[in-house]
Structures are given as structure tokens and as C-alpha cells.
């Protein structure tokens, strides 16, 4: 505590004026601290709570800085007891309505900012106390991890609302312990994301919205912590971004878009719609977790033909090219074995994937998304669109196209699903430089 009640230590007691006159600047200070916050980016939410009337339904205001469509916004999230309700006005309207609130609503404001937590407390008799603690001294557990080291930092922090709504999360935003490897795994597959949008140079052009779609977006768990990093300004990159969840299941459809619009989330929405089917406008991220079997490759297919900056996905069951697999005679003592098949022919499915996508202009890694005592599905293929044009990434399009070619003659693979679509697009020029994405 470095100010409060500070007007109070003086000899002389203080005259009532006095006394309303310190408290007001008390307020104005702790308001002053919000504005800065702001201004400087290091804001990360603000906590209206202990209602001023007993048995108030209104339990807590939260409000977090936003970013809608270029504009600065305060995305309010009132707490009732039974439901929540968002709201996102412009910063002034926003911080209009906490200054009304507190003190006619709420007794106490929490300021959560990167550097210090600010605590401002009106008793019952309207006298005003502020506390200001710098961060080092703040209590680490509420504290964000917003450290320098990108490897260690959580992308996502448990008080987001949406992970309430997603069932990550309980009402005291405490992770549920059932979701604790799916909670690793939405934090990886963001930290991945954010290195691939740094490979791509992806930023969004003249202030227009990136563009994502994930396919077979299920419970949308993805597809919103993507919305988060691309459009929170604090922890991701603070862009204009529209995202798309792609899902057969209407009732995930359902849930989802209720959950967005709940949050306010513009630009996130959910589609029912078939991964074989669905043709977006334009993409400049496309993302597939998890989408099974050969869904994966129309989604690749999907990705590459609309040119996507970044494709991520991480491939679900392999049934297409085990069947067609023959041993070839140096691996049959090894292949014989059901279960080391069942292993290559995931390996062939997956480097075969890679390859097409080399062969069709994209920097391919494949590489362990999460370790595999959290999911046994923990594959990813990451692949960047390389901006090279000429005879040199001719060649190497060529290249990647013979590795396919000399694979698939070693274990008699016929048809890929991927390639087959690739090879009908454009009558077996797919991976000519003619065809590249634009
Ligand atoms: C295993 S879940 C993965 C969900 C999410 N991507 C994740 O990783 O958390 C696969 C989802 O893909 C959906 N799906 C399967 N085939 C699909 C298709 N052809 N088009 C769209 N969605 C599909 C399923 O309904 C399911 O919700």
C-alpha cells in the first residue's frame, strides 16, 4: 500500500470538504491508472465486484480492451447470478459505464494491468481507499504469464469467458480437471500457430481481416483460442480476423455461435457445412484437427487451391492407403506385424501429405504437436507457402513430385486421396508453377 488514505496522515484532522475532496481524488487517480493502462497497452481487465445492495443480482462487471473492426472497445461482461451478459461499447462509453457503476453498483475495482494491480474500496459511508501494488509484488497465480520467453508463456488465460462457456473452465474460471490435456493442447496448438503467422509474414493487408477457417472445428475449442490470438491486442497479435468453424454436427453449431455471441465476438462464427464441400471466399490460415481419415485431404486440398498462407493440421485415423499397401520383400519380416503396418501406413499417409504439399509450393514440417502421454493424436503438418516463383522452385516442386512417385511405386500404392483431387483440379498439372495458389 503506497497511497491510501494518505490525505489522512496529516496533524491537522481533515475538515468534511477535505475528507469528499480526497476520496474524489482517490477515485480519479485509480481512473487515471485505468486510462494510462490503456493508452499504454497494458491492461489486461478491470473487476467491478461486491455489490453495494445485499442480494443484487448483479454479481460482478469484467472488463477486458478490445479491438472490434479497427475500433478500441471495452468488452463488458455483466455477471448476473443466473447468466451472463456481454456487451461491447466504444472505450469512452465503456469506461463511462465503470465510472457510473462504481460506487452506485459495486464497492470495489480491481485493475489487473501487466506492470501493477491497482484495488480501489468505497465503504458503506462512500469513503474511498487505494491500494497500488507493482506486479512483482502481485500474486503470481492471478498474475498473466506475459513473459519475454515466448517458449514458456501460456498463449490463453484461464479467466477467458469463452473457455466457461466450452466447458475448459467452471465459474470460478478454475480448469476443469478433465480438461486439463485438452487445455494443453488448445495452448500448444496456439503457440504453433503464432510461430507459423511469424514463418509467413502473415499480417493483415490494409487493414482487411485475416481470414481462418477450421475444418471439423467440433466443440470449437480451436477455433476460438485462434479468434483470441488474432484478435486480442494484449496477448495475440490485436488483428482484424474472421473466423470460421466448418462442423457437420448442428448441435456443435448451435453451441458454438451461441457462445461467440454471448462473448461478442464478432467475426467468429460456425458453420454447419461439409468439409468436401465447402469452399470459402478467400484463406489465408486453414486448419484441420483431427478431421478423420480422408476429410483431412480435402481440407489440405481446400487449403492449397485457395492459396492459404498457413495450413495446420493434424491428421485423425488413416484408412485409405493401408489396404493397398504391399510389402515390399526387404520390409516383410518387419511389416508382418499388423500393428507395424498399421504404423507405415500412417507414416506414407502423412509423408505423402507433406510431399504434396512441397509439391505444390509450401514448406512442410512434420512434427510432434503434443507428447503422447496427452493424446495418442499428436501429429501435426505445418506447412507455409513459400513465396518463390521461377525455375529454381520449378525444380523443387518437381523434386517432391518424384518422391511421391518413388513411394508410392515402393509399397504399391495406387491412389492417394489428396494427390487424385490435386491431379483432377487441373488435369495432372497440379504442382506446376502455373497452377500455384495465387
Ligand atoms: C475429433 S473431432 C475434432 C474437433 C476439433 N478439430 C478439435 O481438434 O478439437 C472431429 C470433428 O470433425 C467433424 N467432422 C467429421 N467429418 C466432417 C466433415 N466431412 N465435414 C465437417 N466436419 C466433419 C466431426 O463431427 C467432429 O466434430
Known amino acids: 500500500m503506497t497511497d491510501a488514505n494518505a490525505a489522512e496522515t496529516g496533524a491537522a484532522p481533515l475538515s468534511e470538504n477535505q475528507t469528499a475532496l480526497a476520496d474524489l481524488a482517490r477515485r480519479e487517480r485509480f481512473f487515471e491508472a485505468l486510462a494510462l493502462s490503456l493508452a499504454e497497452q497494458r491492461c489486461i481487465k478491470i473487476v467491478l465486484g461486491k455489490p453495494r445492495r445485499a442480494g443484487a443480482d448483479l454479481v460482478r462487471l469484467t472488463a477486458r480492451p478490445l479491438t472490434l473492426r479497427g475500433q478500441a472497445c471495452l468488452s463488458l461482461v455483466s455477471t448476473h447470478k443466473t ?65 519475454h520467453d515466448r517458449q514458456k508463456r501460456r498463449y490463453l488465460t484461464l479467466d477467458l469467458p469463452f473457455l466457461q462457456d466450452l466447458g475448459v473452465t ?69 488483428w482484424p480476423a474472421h473466423v470460421t468453424g466448418v462442423e457437420l454436427r448442428e448441435d456443435m453449431v448451435t453451441l458454438c455461435n451461441a457462445a461467440a455471441q454471448r462473448r461478442g465476438l464478432a467475426g467468429l462464427v460456425f458453420e454447419c457445412g461439409d468439409v468436401r464441400s465447402y469452399v470459402p471466399e478467400r484463406l489465408d490460415v486453414m ?44 520390409l516383410k519380416g518387419m511389416l508382418q506385424h499388423g500393428i507395424h503396418l498399421g504404423q507405415q501406413a500412417e507414416m506414407v499417409t502423412d509423408s505423402l501429405r507433406a510431399l504434396l504439399l512441397e509439391a505444390n509450393g509450401y514448406d512442410a514440417q512434420v512434427f510432434e504437436f503434443v507428447a503422447l502421454e496427452h493424446t495418442s493424436k499428436n501429429k501435426m503438418i505445418l506447412a507455409v ?23 508410392k511405386a515402393f509399397y504399391g500404392v495406387r491412389e492417394h486421396c489428396l494427390e487424385t483431387m490435386l491431379l483432377a483440379d487441373d488435369g495432372g498439372a497440379a504442382n506446376q508453377l502455373s497452377a500455384s495458389p495465387k
Open 83 to 147: 447468466k451472463d451478459i456481454t456487451k461491447n461499447p466504444p472505450l469512452a462509453d465503456g469506461l463511462a459505464a465503470l465510472r457510473e457503476m462504481l460506487g452506485s453498483e459495486f464497492s470495489h475495482a480491481h485493475l489487473f494491468t501487466t506492470t501493477e494491480e491497482l484495488q480501489l474500496m468505497i465503504s458503506k459511508r462512500g469513503k474511498v481507499g487505494l491500494s497500488r501494488k507493482p506486479l512483482a509484488e502481485a500474486d503470481d497465480a492471478a498474475a498473466p504469464d506475459l513473459g
Open 170 to 238: 467452471d465459474a470460478q474460471h478454475k480448469l476443469v480437471p478433465a480438461m486439463a490435456r485438452k487445455w494443453k493442447q488448445i495452448n500448444k496448438f496456439v503457440e504453433v500457430l503464432d510461430h507459423a503467422l511469424d514463418s509467413a509474414h502473415l499480417a493483415p493487408a490494409h487493414g482487411q481481416a485475416v481470414q481462418v477457417v477450421d475444418f471439423g472445428a467440433g466443440k470449437g475449442y480451436l477455433t476460438f483460442a485462434t479468434y483470441q490470438h488474432l484478435t486480442d491486442p494484449l496477448s495475440g497479435r490485436g
Open 287 to 330: 486448419i484441420a484437427l483431427h478431421a478423420c481419415d480422408t476429410a483431412t485431404d480435402f481440407a489440405l486440398h481446400t487449403g492449397i487451391r485457395a492459396g492459404a498462407r498457413i495450413i495446420l493440421s493434424s491428421p485423425c485415423c488413416h484408412k485409405q492407403i493401408r489396404p493397398q499397401m504391399q510389402l515390399p520383400a526387404k
Open 385 to 407: 507457402r513459400r513465396q518463390a516463383s521461377g525455375g529454381a522452385e520449378q525444380q523443387r516442386r518437381a523434386a517432391a513430385q518424384a518422391q511421391v512417385d518413388e513411394i
